[in-house]
């Protein structure tokens, strides 16, 4: 069965720490990881992976995936309030005619001023 | 472009009454999405769709039924819901995932059911 494992489930960190979120996954047939942020309601987009070892970066947040050992991290440095929020992880799988996307059950990250 | 938005907001319903979501994108999008979620448990596939006049069931179909006769609107019915329906209900679209996978998110319907 086609699986998305976050970790961890929720985080609490200071204002300026680093934090890492993981997620591993198992799934039959890979075609693409994602992330998404989700604040109070729609997830938006951060970003897609496909390749191993190719760190993709956007202001302070980045991420990179293995797909030997089969996980993605998502770095944020510097963190700021505004970036509470809960962080998905997705995997899309399967073949161009069927393939579906799985997601994870998100990591809560909330940051103190 | 309004992207992808959801009709309605907010709903309250009885057990045992009906009511249809309505999901519209004006992104020109093949794939559409019915998603369900739910505290601590992620989103959850209903059902999607590949193309207009197509429907496919995900992960958690039952109770639910869906309809794609346009394009750019994706229908998501309950016809006799039940309290284990109370949830936040998501549309999402994306190309051909096989051109990329990233999905546009309507911003929710919150239904709770009696």
């Known amino acids: 069965e086609d699986k998305v494992v976050q970790s961890p489930l929720s985080l609490v960190v200071h204002e300026g720490d680093t934090v890492t979120l993981n997620c591993s996954y198992e799934v039959t047939n890979f075609r693409s990881l994602l992330w998404y942020k989700q604040e109070k309601k729609a997830p938006t987009f951060l970003f897609m992976l496909t390749s191993s070892g190719i760190e993709k970066k956007s202001g302070r947040l980045s991420s990179i995936l293995d797909k030997k050992e089969l996980f993605s991290i998502l770095n944020i440095t510097a963190t700021q309030t505004g970036d509470s929020a809960v962080y998905l992880c997705a995997v899309e799988a399967g073949y161009s005619s069927a393939s579906k996307i799985i997601f994870g059950s998100g990591t809560r990250l909330s940051i103190r001023p | 472009n309004a992207g992808v938005t959801q009709t309605p907001k907010f709903r309250v319903l009885k057990t045992g009454q009906s009511m249809t979501l309505l999901c519209a994108q004006d992104?020109?999008?093949?794939?559409m999405y019915w998603y369900r979620q739910d505290p601590g448990m992620g989103l959850r596939l209903i059902h999607y769709?590949?193309?207009?006049?197509?429907?496919a069931k995900g992960e958690v179909p039952d109770g639910y039924n869906v309809s794609r006769l346009k394009k750019q609107n994706f229908l998501l019915g309950l016809e006799s819901a039940a309290p284990s329906q109370t949830s936040v209900y998501f549309c999402?679209?994306?190309?051909?995932?096989?051109?990329?996978?990233?999905?546009?998110f309507g911003p929710g319907t919150r239904l709770t059911v009696t």
């Open positions: 999402a679209s994306s190309r051909d995932p096989g051109q990329g996978a990233e999905q546009y």
């Open positions: 769709s590949v193309g207009e006049g197509t429907t």
């Open positions: 992104m020109n999008h093949e794939y």
